[in-house]
């Protein structure tokens, strides 16, 4: 069986009356998707007050007004911290303000310092090895 010859005109609107088709499914499958979300969602007003505080977590472990924290068993105060951050070099200090603070990555603070990445790599990592092991030495030691 032989199909009719079209002309280019015909294929164009067949294509386009396709593309419409297409369009509108699409178009019906996103409201369909909305509309089941908008019965599953609830707002924040309607919320009872016993869920609105299961929306959230506190830790009873730290707490905002001590001085000191403990990690790995050992007493860490904040004095004790700057200290081992004085301990560092000016150029260690500054790595680790540069990727802790502003969050840069290694490539970017190699590209502000034209420093190889690798060398920032290897930098960092140092400070933060000599930080640990003086928080480890000092850490319950410090009274100051």
Known sequence: MMTPNRTEWQI????NAYCKRVLEHAATDIHRKRKR???KEITFSDLTLYETHQLYSMDDDVE????DFHFGGKRITFELLAKAL???S???RYLLF?????QLSDEAISQKLNVPRRTIHYRRTRALERLKRFLEVHANEWDE
Do not use: G, N, P, V
Not at 12 to 15: G, V, W
Not at 64 to 67: C, G, K, V
């Open 12 to 15: 164009r609107c067949a294509f």
């Open 37 to 39: 979300q908008r019965l």
């Open 64 to 67: 905002s007004d001590t001085e």
């Open 86 to 88: 004085e301990d560092l």
């Open 90 to 92: 000016e150029e260690k």
């Open 98 to 102: 540069l990727y802790y603070y502003y």
